[in-house]
């Protein structure tokens, strides 16, 4: 403890190189923590994004074409699948044939796992999966028909020989939620239609964005050579290969990050080494009074510790803050998105930081403390 | 060795070995001082002094020979148990006082009693009993910038006498101050040496250094070539007894 004043006073004896030095780290590693995170946080941005995990499936020969009901149990073992929803068109009209607009059937059980981005209330999802005849609506839909939550409407079919009649028990309030849609559940569809067992698209949600491809191919694959064989596609295509395609930019990302931190190790090296030789005589006049080698080397190292350390905090906390405007500034990348340091970087970062510290210092320091005392001081007296 | 020598030094030889060049430093050095002394080295440059007192303390080693210092001898010790050893006999004044220019004049007192246990009240104490010692004791809070030459050179003594060393050694302590500064330096080493009966050992080549100290070993090209006893002035020996 009581070497901590003479640690920060030998700080403070060149403040212009020890802000300059500890300004240089700062800088790199900011770009060493931002080029690190960008893989992890363009994955987060993605696969925040749940439409990002989303694949619909959906007979190969159109999509007109419906495919087993079966098919629900086969899908949901195919590795990376967290969750299957069949859906069936309805393609009712409301009043008139001219109140087209898209009303479809699916599974309540898994409904809010697939579309938890949809603004549905917890309440609303609840009551879609108790009550046998409800119905969540989009907004536009609301809004073009006047409907209110807890309405009873009567959908009248053209596919089908017969009409449902449906209570409203939500809004699908987000705006990426299909703002014209209607759904109801798919089991009052199949008792209306006498159980055929068939489905005309499953949605089918994936654990990561980044395992998109292969859940795709093995779905398609798992029903090749079958009666309905599917065509699976991902909600936002081109997410999927994204990443892929980015992995080599990403490594070019890391490497530059490494290298711009071992040339500002090197500046710093030579900083330390500069500073250290300026001290030889004090050095050579502290081990004199009976200082001992590694006590010298242990105030020579911590010095550069704690430039190494200020340098990294303020790096990494300036990687954070603009991380952090930039997820708030750009609404694009939607509601959810609160895009974070990963804060395993956040940790390397300043482990690099107190890496730059100790090695940049060391071999002038060790030499420094190791030196002879006598040629040290005929130097300077 | 001799419990009652602070310095005992026996046919000591120092070579430096500089490309193929031999340089004997010290050929053949006896020196015995007693304690409570106030005795000077002096000689021609590049006589060896510098070269004896780093062997007095402790941060040079003889090529062979014996020395002892305080009745311990040192001459066989390891690099850490001397270090060890330097920073509980040892108080070192230099010619360019070397002072930690980062450091208050307070702080740099301190220095040296960072190793020992004491605790910050008791070092506190300490430091301000040296500094009152030099007199700088309205000093404290200055940097060495802020301090002239003389200045500076009264706080390197009190850094030197903080951690109360068997013995000071100084070399050239006045050489690079002016008549006036050096006198007091000489008259602040005097008192060290006859108040708190500390021993003394001082290299210089002022010959008005003659007049404060009990011995004079004289050194030419690293032989010892004269022991003479010092012209201490009736002054000052009269303002010595009478403390
Ligand atoms: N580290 C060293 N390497 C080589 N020669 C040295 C070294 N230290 C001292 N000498 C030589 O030893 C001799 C005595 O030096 P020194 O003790 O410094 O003399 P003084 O202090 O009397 O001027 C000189 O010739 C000097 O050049
Ligand atoms: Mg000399």
């Known amino acids: ?381 | 060795m001799d419990e009652k020598y602070a310095v005992d030094i026996e046919h000591v030889v120092r070579i430096y070995k500089r490309d193929e060049f031999e340089v004997r430093a010290l050929d053949d050095v006896t020196i015995r001082v007693p304690q409570a002394r106030f005795v000077a080295i002096m000689g021609p440059s590049g006589s060896g002094k510098t070269t004896l007192l780093n062997l007095i303390a402790g941060i040079d080693h003889a090529t062979s020979g014996k020395v002892s210092v305080g009745g311990e001898e040192i001459t066989g010790m390891k690099e850490r148990d001397l270090a060890a050893w330097r920073a509980r006999h040892i108080g070192l004044v230099f010619q360019f006082y070397n002072l930690i220019p980062v450091l208050t004049a307070f702080e740099n007192v301190e220095l040296p009693l960072l190793l020992t246990p004491l605790t910050k009240t008791e070092r506190r104490e300490h430091v301000e009993t040296a500094l009152r010692i030099v007199g700088l004791a309205d000093r404290m809070d200055h940097y060495p910038r802020q301090l002239s030459g003389g200045q500076e050179q009264r706080v390197a003594i009190a850094r030197a006498l903080v951690t109360d060393p068997t013995i000071v050694v100084a070399d050239e302590p006045t050489g690079d101050l002016d008549a006036k500064s050096a006198e007091e330096i000489l008259n602040l080493l005097t008192e060290l040496n006859r108040q708190f009966r500390r021993t003394v050992v001082m290299v210089t080549h002022d010959p008005r250094a003659e007049r404060f100290v009990d011995t004079v070993y004289r050194l030419d090209k690293g032989v010892l070539v004269g022991v003479e006893a010092g012209k201490i002035a009736p002054a000052h020996a009269a303002a010595a007894t009478a403390q």
């Open chain 1, 1 to 381: 403890m009581k070497y901590v004043m003479l640690v920060l006073k030998n700080l403070t004896r060149s403040k212009r190189r020890t802000l300059l030095t500890i300004f240089s780290i700062a800088v790199s590693l900011f770009i060493f923590s931002a080029l690190v995170s960008l893989p992890t946080v363009a994955s987060e941005v993605l696969s925040d994004t749940a439409s990002s995990v989303r694949i619909s499936t959906h007979n190969k020969a159109g999509l007109a074409y419906s495919m087993p009901e079966a098919y629900k149990q086969r899908i949901a073992a195919v590795p990376h699948v967290v969750a299957v929803t069949p859906e069936s068109w309805f393609g009712g009209i409301y009043h008139e044939v001219t109140d087209q607009f898209p009303n479809l059937a699916v599974d309540p059980d898994t409904a809010e796992t697939m579309w938890p981005d949809w603004g549905v209330s917890k309440e609303s999802w609840k009551k879609f999966e108790t009550l046998r005849t409800a119905c969540l609506v989009g907004t536009a839909t609301m809004k073009r028909f006047h409907l209110h939550v807890g309405q009873q409407i009567m959908l009248r079919g053209t596919i089908y020989p017969f009409n449902v009649t449906l209570q409203i028990v939500g809004v699908m309030q987000q705006s990426n939620a299909p703002p014209n849609f209607l759904i109801f559940r798919r089991d009052y569809l199949e008792e209306a239609r006498g159980r055929p067992g068939v489905v005309d698209n499953f949605w089918v949600m994936v654990d990561r964005s980044e395992n998109v491809p292969q859940a795709i191919k093995a779905i398609d694959e798992g029903f090749a050579n079958s009666t309905a064989e599917t065509r699976s596609e991902s909600e936002a295509a081109f997410i999927g290969s994204f990443m892929d395609n980015f992995r080599t930019f990403f490594r070019l990302a890391e490497i530059l990050g490494v290298i711009v931190v071992i040339t500002i190790g090197l500046v710093a090296a030579n900083t330390a080494a500069m500073s250290i030789r300026e001290r030889r005589g004090e050095i050579a006049v502290m081990r004199s009074m009976g200082f001992p080698s590694r006590t010298i080397l242990s105030l020579l190292l911590s010095e550069s510790l704690v430039i190494g350390l200020l340098g990294g905090i303020i790096g990494c906390g300036a990687a954070f803050a603009v991380l952090k405007i930039f997820s708030i500034g750009s609404p694009a990348l939607g509601p959810i998105t609160d895009i974070q340091m990963p804060p395993e970087i956040l940790a390397a970062t300043l482990v690099v930081a107190a890496l730059i510290g100790l090695l940049s210092a060391w071999i002038p320091a060790r030499a420094a403390a190791r030196m002879n005392i006598v040629d040290a001081l005929r130097m300077v007296a």
